[in-house]
């Protein structure tokens, strides 16, 4: 019988061991068969160069066409050795597609054997995750129907890998997607959303996701199975896959439309997530972040919703807290969203000190280009409608003049009008430092600060103005006591 020892002449790397493996999938002796094929399958896992030599020495075929006739054991290698070829790349992928594996592997999902259809499903799976194109080679073999119904079976490891081989196939185009639910898949998804497995949990909640993803109608077929409030429950999960993959459920649904998100509100999950965003770190935070950004991006109310469930200074921690560039990026977006609504709205993300927060990111020489320019957006986007100004004061002395303009802008509109605010730009230095300011002649910064020093007398405004503490001096110098 073979055994997997080799011998050092024969490294796994040596294109030898192909040749010398090749034979002995005809071997008389099927164990030998088996093994052979569980030997290849763990050489094409371990690297695309190993699988390419599979692929090159023509060992796909011959696989192929004993998955017809061959024993369950053997069945079983032969779907390791098509995923594990499948995985690495789309060619390797299409390799698989054009010996006839996809059409092997589906005859195989109507096998007896729940271990054959989950060696069949789990290579199905890895050949539809590459691409649309890939994908839809899936679903022409007819595929789909039959994960359907291996969503069905007891066997729970089946299941899982069903679930996840559908995820595969809907996360593509709404169209794909569509072949899933027209199949009834999101009924089965649906009632698995309980089970106490972690890891089938896990692969129900993303194929759900990624039918959510594509269109309105596709999500409210989900919202319509029942999903919620029912998936809440997942937030407590002690599992942060599952916790992370009902949290991107959510996020799908809720960024198609105001009704879709003011449901999800409805159902507590604006503040299940905000909890959510408490009890985790990392990168599982990013859906839920991305969340309430979608959810505060679509109305004044639901951007106050995301305001009353307390998720601006839960988005404040995530902003300080995560070391990772694209997660501070997706802070800074949704702090955006949420602020640019009213004055209310960018007066509450004001309060929380985020605006320095936000500058200081977007001044930062060490941050990403994308980080920088959603930092920006966010603070456009606040400021332009932010009325509280001892929020605005402290950016007049650190805030460069693309942004300082529109901390000005906003205090030429309220000065007018505040005798009190007026007063307090005066004591807190505001003034002074305004004066320091060297604008553009004719610019919009310059018109701003025009408008900023006639709200004073005159004689107040030259006080402040630099070098006129020496005009008092030489005038001191030059008076004649009487």
Not at 114 to 134: C, D, F, I, S, T
Request: a negative charge; proline letters at 5%.
């Amino acid at each position: 019988m073979l055994t997997m020892s080799m011998s050092p002449h024969l490294q796994p790397t040596n294109p030898g061991v192909m040749t010398l493996l090749r034979p002995l999938l005809l071997d008389s002796v099927p164990n030998v068969q088996q093994t052979a094929a569980l030997a290849l399958g763990r050489l094409a896992n371990h690297s695309d160069d190993l699988a390419e030599a599979v692929v090159q020495g023509d060992i796909l075929p011959q696989l192929v066409h004993s998955l017809a006739s061959q024993n369950r054991f053997y069945k079983k290698a032969a779907a390791f050795v098509l995923r594990a070829v499948a995985k690495h790349s789309p060619g390797l992928a299409l390799a698989v597609v054009a010996c006839g594996g996809v059409d092997a592997l589906v005859l195989s999902l109507e096998e007896f054997d729940p271990g054959v259809k989950e060696a069949a499903a789990w290579a199905l799976g890895y050949v539809a995750r590459h691409n649309e194109q890939l994908s839809q080679c899936v679903v022409e073999a007819g595929a789909v129907p039959l994960l359907v119904l291996c969503l069905q079976e007891p066997e729970m490891a089946l299941k899982r890998i069903s679930a996840s081989a559908l995820s595969d196939i809907a996360k593509h185009t709404t169209e794909l997607a569509h072949s899933v639910v027209d199949n009834g898949a999101i009924a089965h998804l649906a009632q698995m959303i309980l089970n106490p497995d972690a890891k089938l949990k896990r692969h129900v909640l993303s194929a759900l996701s990624q039918i959510s993803k594509h269109s309105v109608g596709l999500a409210e077929l989900v919202v319509e199975a029942e999903v919620f409030p029912a998936a809440l429950a997942c937030l407590r999960d002690p599992d942060d896959y599952v916790r992370k993959n009902v949290t991107t459920l959510m996020r799908e649904v809720v960024k198609h439309t105001p009704e879709l998100a003011q449901f999800i509100v409805n159902c507590g999950g604006m503040a299940a997530v905000v909890d959510y965003l408490g009890d985790s770190s990392g990168n599982v935070r990013l859906p839920g972040i991305m969340m309430l950004g979608y959810v505060a991006a679509h109305t004044e109310n639901l951007a106050m919703a995301v305001i009353v469930a307390k998720g601006v200074p839960q988005l404040a921690l995530c902003l300080s807290e995560e070391r990772e560039d694209h997660m501070r990026a997706a802070a800074a977006w949704a702090l955006g969203q949420i602020g640019r609504h009213t004055p209310e709205h960018a007066r509450a993300v004001a309060a929380a000190s985020l605006l320095p927060a936000l500058l200081q990111l977007y001044l930062d020489a060490n941050s990403s280009e994308d980080l920088q320019v959603k930092c920006k957006k966010a603070l456009k986007s606040v400021l332009q409608k932010c009325t509280h100004l001892p929020a605005l004061e402290p950016l007049l002395y650190e805030a460069p003049s693309n942004i300082l303009k529109h901390v000005l802008c906003q205090f030429s509109k309220v000065l007018p009008h505040d005798s009190k605010a007026r007063r307090l730009f005066v004591t807190s230095g505001g003034l002074k430092k305004m004066q320091e300011m060297d604008a553009e002649p004719g610019s919009a910064m310059q018109e701003y600060i025009m408008v900023i020093n006639n709200c004073y007398p005159e004689e107040i405004v030259r006080f402040y103005s630099p070098g006129y503490s020496e005009v008092l001096l030489e005038r001191a110098e030059k008076f004649l006591p009487g």
